[in-house]
């Protein structure tokens, strides 16, 4: 079992700045991917940026944020951060980390709300 905590929500002004953060523990050994979906009112859940570890590993953004956000992470402490800047109204949703496991295994946190507003 693994368990994610996010951290980082809140409210923010159009160009502003928000970091997310998504902390797992358990059993984090069989790692395949993990990142952050968002889920606005009314859309369905899309990804926002990931890492998988297939192929040497790779980073994927959403061309919505590439040049605004970044995705890095903290092995030592299994932790993933999601470093918002630019932000813009159309970036307000919940946001979902996310852990897949190399034997299928499917984890998502709870959600932490952004709201880009003025």
């Known amino acids: 079992q693994v368990q994610l905590v996010e951290s980082g929500g809140g409210l923010v002004q159009p160009g502003g700045s928000l970091r997310l953060s998504c902390a797992a523990s358990g059993s984090v050994g069989s790692t395949y991917a993990m990142g952050w979906y968002r889920q606005a009112p009314g859309k369905q859940r899309e990804l926002v940026a990931g890492?998988?570890?297939?192929?040497?590993?790779?980073?994927n953004y959403a061309d919505s944020v590439k040049g605004r956000f970044t995705i890095s992470r903290d092995n030592a402490r299994n932790t993933v951060y999601l470093q918002m800047n630019r932000l813009k109204p159309e970036d307000t949703a919940a946001y979902y980390c996310?852990?897949?496991?190399?034997?299928?295994?499917?984890?998502w946190g709870q959600g932490t709300q952004v709201t880009v507003s003025s």
């Open positions: 890492f998988t570890s297939t192929g040497g590993g790779s980073t």
């Open positions: 996310y852990l897949h496991t190399y034997y299928g295994g499917d984890y």
